[in-house]
């Protein structure tokens, strides 16, 4: 069976629409459907699954898929870390064309930037950005990797972002001009690309699949063409190393960080039991940064997986998030000086060990046993959001040899193909039962919490701190 | 680098052992162990007589002592062990020493009651990680030397005359010193009068090298440049013997007058050793930190030790001014080299 990886998301309709064109026509997944595999028609020796686009390049470098189709972006961040010689980029494509980019305030230059000690610069791709960083000759940064938006951390809470924008220079100007960023540097360019592992390559007859995959229309050679790496203008030192972020310098005003997402429902809840209401959140619209009606209460919308990292920086006084990303960020960084200051009970799940119903195992060991029975030394596959965790687990388990395969949600498909536990969270297991998994052993049970520094901050901000933690909990004991 | 001596071995328990060990990575048996034993004795024993002092630095250092100005260029930073480790959640990343010339600049400054005008010899045997993208070795056994205070070409010529002592009582015979000098290609560059981000472009695709593309260099150079363009090519085509090299690159590039006296200064010490000597002064390897004389020694066709002047590399660290150059040398690779009875 030739596998394929195929990308959901943006790419997936104009995708869809070219593959049937070059006669590789995927039913289900030009019709959006919720499945994660797929039939290829009139080519029964071709299974498609589909896979958020930062998967597609490690299951194609491990030879889980012998080919895929995902954006240049991802496939140079694998590359940029790991220069691994099993990922084969075959031929750009003429859709997805974007350009990851430095963008720091406006006015703010690269020797600026590369004059502040400990420059903190946030981003989605931390290989590409500290490969950039080299390469620019920025001598002492910090790359601080986040779930989704890097734009919205400058100026308060970093000195600059690399994310991802439009080809167009105007378009991006504009989607950069929105958070009062501009370009300082380009870092990677590039469209969709189809790759392929180079095993499969060399070995198996992958025409069947391959043949109208190289039918698919190129991409031009502005939008998909590797360019050089930046290169920085080689001036260090002799300018003044003034941070241009203000979050830890010592500020006046308390700070407060709340979730987006799926997050922002239950959250809402919680502030309401509370009593707290902040205008443009939770309202229809969420606003970047909704207002609190006070003074000196700033409150800023960003990803719940972010904020421990972003109150053990500093950026924060008081976030609410889960639970789950707290242990998550503890297990990485157990050091980190950020602690849970109130159970908000809301958003109750359990997150655990997911398995196949058919291993036949009551016990995690009973399953790697099963696993391990025609293989001792198999490596056990444990794919998961919350790599730390599922890290820890497998030490923790005694799995002996494993990988952890870091994915990026719609993980059920993942078992049984293409790795043997899943860590997951389930709420009431009705979505692991439809996909025929069970949870084999519970790690914990998260709920949504308010987290804060390890140390109260000092006067005002503390003191404002103790009351809205003290709110909070008096509102979730109603729950 | 090239493959370790390894220990014959039964292939029924190697296969057994398959996948136990990280690709790149070797056990040192028990023989090879004494040949590396015995030749960092060796090595030891002559550095100390020269008063050079044993120091060891940590395996796990911060990444930013590598990445500040100047320090190891963007490629071998591309290949250094990077990770985040318990105080990670700053951004903070760790490696594995990917060189040991930076750790001992920053132990030479931290010690307060180091006088600037007194030179200071330090030695260390440690190893030292970098990827290699196929099979080859990940774990390298530097040793080394570093010495601070005195400056070129004092310091050049003593570093010289100790590499040469160093390997002679190793055994190694056949030397051949291969002399560069970093000055030489910025004073080249510099007058090419392409801005500085030109400028660094160019070392960049010369130092991520091959012959082919110091060859295109050389010729966009010198058709930016055309009265510089007898000069560039000299420097980063050909090969150069003893004297009469040197005056004609003096000739064509006046402004590298400087470098050109320390390179003449390692020649005549290096002919008065009556040790062969080449000069190739575009190779630089990938150590930005380099400011003077750079050098590679082979024996025989195998090269065997690397080493030069980085004067700029405390200040960069944020110490003190101090002239500073070293040597340093794959031990493991040394043993294998020296003739048993020798080491």
């Given at each position: 069976m030739i596998r394929v990886a195929l990308p959901r998301g943006d790419l997936r309709a104009p995708l869809a629409e070219r593959l049937r064109a070059a006669g590789f026509a995927v039913e289900g997944y030009e019709g959006g459907s919720r499945a994660y595999r797929f039939p290829v028609e009139g080519r029964p020796g071709v299974v498609v699954r589909v896979f958020a686009e930062e998967d597609i390049p490690i299951q194609v470098a491990l030879g889980q898929y012998d080919l895929g189709i995902t954006s240049r972006a991802w496939i140079d961040e694998l590359l940029a870390r790991y220069p691994l010689d099993s990922l084969t980029p075959l031929r750009p494509l003429d859709l997805g064309g974007r350009r990851l980019v430095l963008a720091a305030p406006e006015g703010v230059t690269l020797d600026r930037l590369a004059a502040t000690p400990g420059v903190r610069v946030t981003t989605t791709h931390p290989n590409l950005a500290a490969r950039a960083l080299n390469y620019l000759r920025v001598p002492d940064y910090r790359v601080i990797e986040v779930w989704?938006?890097?734009?919205?951390?400058?100026p308060e809470d970093a000195d600059a972002a690399i994310l991802s924008v439009p080809l167009d220079a105007a378009a991006a100007g504009a989607v950069l001009a929105r958070e009062g960023l501009a370009v300082v540097a380009e870092v990677q360019r590039g469209s969709a690309t189809l790759v392929a592992n180079r095993d499969a390559l060399a070995s198996r007859d992958l025409a069947e699949a391959l043949g109208p995959l190289l039918a698919l229309p190129a991409g031009d050679r502005d939008a998909s063409e590797a360019r050089p790496l930046p290169r920085g203008n080689g001036r260090t030192g002799?300018?003044?190393?003034?941070?241009?972020?203000?979050?830890?310098?010592?500020?006046g005003v308390f700070r407060l960080a709340l979730p987006d997402g799926h997050a922002q429902r239950h959250t809402v809840e919680a502030l309401a039991s509370a009593g707290l209401r902040f205008e443009?959140?939770?309202?229809?619209a969420t606003d970047r940064h909704p207002r609190?009606?006070?003074?000196g209460f700033e409150v800023k919308v960003i990803r719940p997986q972010d904020m421990p990292q972003a109150v053990a920086l500093g950026c924060f006084d008081l976030a609410l998030t889960g639970r789950d990303w707290l242990a998550a960020h503890r297990a990485a960084f157990?050091?980190?000086p950020v602690a849970e200051l109130?159970?908000?009970?809301?958003?109750r799940y359990r997150l655990g060990a997911v398995v196949p119903e058919?291993?036949?195992?009551?016990t995690i060991a009973e399953a790697i046993a099963w696993w391990r029975?025609?293989?001792?030394k198999r490596p056990i596959r444990v794919a998961s959001e919350y790599v730390a965790l599922a890290d820890h687990y497998a030490r923790e388990r005694h799995l002996g040899r494993y990988q952890v395969l870091p994915i990026s949600g719609?993980?059920?498909?993942?078992?049984p193909d293409d790795a043997e536990i899943l860590i997951e969270g389930t709420e009431t297991g009705s979505t692991l039962r439809a996909n025929r998994l069970r949870m084999i052993d519970v790690i914990m049970e998260s709920t949504n919490c308010a987290i804060g520094s390890t140390e109260r901050p000092p006067g005002a901000r503390g003191e404002l701190r103790d009351d809205l933690v003290e709110r909070l909990r008096a509102g979730a004991a109603e729950v | 680098m090239t493959e370790p001596e390894t220990e014959a071995s039964n292939p029924a328990s190697a296969g057994r052992t398959e996948g136990l060990r990280s690709r790149g990575m070797h056990d040192i048996g028990p023989d090879q162990m004494r040949r590396f034993r015995r030749a960092e004795a060796r090595f030891l024993e002559v550095t100390s007589a020269a008063g050079y002092q044993e120091i060891r630095t940590p395996t796990v250092e911060p990444l930013h002592l590598f990445t500040?100005?100047?320090?190891?260029?963007p490629q071998l930073l591309d290949r250094v062990y990077s990770f985040l480790d318990w105080d990670g959640w700053s951004g903070e990343r760790m490696v594995l020493?990917?060189?040991s010339t930076l750790p001992a600049v920053r132990w030479f400054e931290s010690?307060?009651?180091?006088?600037?005008?007194e030179p200071a010899r330090l030695s260390y045997v440690q190893p030292v990680y970098r990827f290699d993208?196929?099979?080859?070795?990940?774990e390298l056994w530097q040793c080394g030397v570093e010495l601070f205070g005195l400056a070129a070409p004092e310091g050049d010529v003593e570093l010289l005359g100790l590499a040469r002592e160093l390997l002679s009582a190793l055994g190694l015979g056949e030397l051949r010193f291969e002399l560069a000098h970093a000055g030489l290609l910025r004073a080249a560059l510099a007058a090419t009068g392409l801005d500085p981000a030109g400028q660094i472009e160019a070392l960049d695709r010369v130092i991520e090298g091959g012959e082919d593309a110091v060859e295109a260099v050389a010729g966009e150079l010198a058709a930016a440049s055309p009265e510089r363009a007898t000069g560039l090519r000299l420097l980063l085509e050909i090969r150069g013997g003893a004297g009469g090299y040197l005056d004609n690159v003096e000739a064509a590039l006046p402004e590298a007058a400087q470098p050109i006296a320390e390179l003449r200064a390692a020649v005549s010490t290096l002919e008065e050793a009556g040790v062969a000597c080449d000069l190739a002064?575009?190779?630089?390897?990938?150590?930005?930190?380099?400011?003077g004389l750079t050098f590679r020694v082979l024996a025989g066709n195998e090269a065997c030790l690397l080493g030069g002047r980085y004067d700029r590399m405390a200040e960069a660290i944020g110490g003190r001014p101090a002239p500073a150059s070293g040597f340093a040398a794959d031990l493991l690779r040394l043993a294998a080299l020296a003739p048993e009875a020798a080491s």
């Open positions: 989704g938006q890097p734009e919205a951390w400058p002799g300018l003044e190393g003034i941070a241009s972020r203000t979050s830890d310098n010592d500020r443009g959140y939770g309202d229809g609190s009606g006070i003074e157990p050091l980190s109130c159970d908000l009970r809301r958003s058919a291993v036949p195992a009551e029975r025609d293989d001792p719609a993980s059920e498909g993942f078992v | 500040s100005a100047g320090a190891l260029s020493r990917p060189d010690q307060a009651g180091a006088s600037v005008g993208a196929g099979d080859g070795e990940r002064p575009a190779a630089g390897g990938s150590f930005e930190y380099y400011t």
